[in-house]
């Protein structure tokens, strides 16, 4: 629900910036999860932030994997 909260959130295009989200971003994704996981009561911080984090840190691994980054062929 997370990755598809950012994407809806990306594509209304309100908190966009060239690096990313605007600063805000995270209060408007608590919002926007709760409506959709209404007894998850997570917060933009520390929940938020942190599961973004852990995100964007499990991603780097796999779009290392995928580019070939490190690999020994």
Known sequence: MLVACMVDL???GTFNTDTG???DYLNEMEIM???????????????LESKIRTLKRDWAIVYDMLSGKDNND
């Open 21 to 23: 989200f605007k600063a």
């Open 10 to 12: 990306h594509n209304v």
């Open 33 to 47: 999860l709760e409506k959709v996981l209404p007894c998850a009561m997570l917060k933009a911080k520390p929940n």
